[in-house]
């Protein structure tokens, strides 16, 4: 996601990295546990990931215009 919007010329304002870097340790446990969230953390976890996909959808459909 990240490339894409470097490709079409959009500058991260940071939220979008900041988003991403949660993202992605809620999956790989950053530097403690490994194995993804835990039960309980899912919920905020899918909430992330969707606020995600969101942010880059509107970044994407503004690159579009």
Known sequence: MGADLSRVGLADSGSFKALSDSVL????????????????????????????IATYDALMSGAKR
């Open 25 to 52: 340790s809620d999956v790989a446990g950053g530097t403690g546990r490994a194995g993804g969230p835990l039960a309980k953390e899912v919920g905020a976890h899918v909430d992330r990931v969707n606020r995600l």
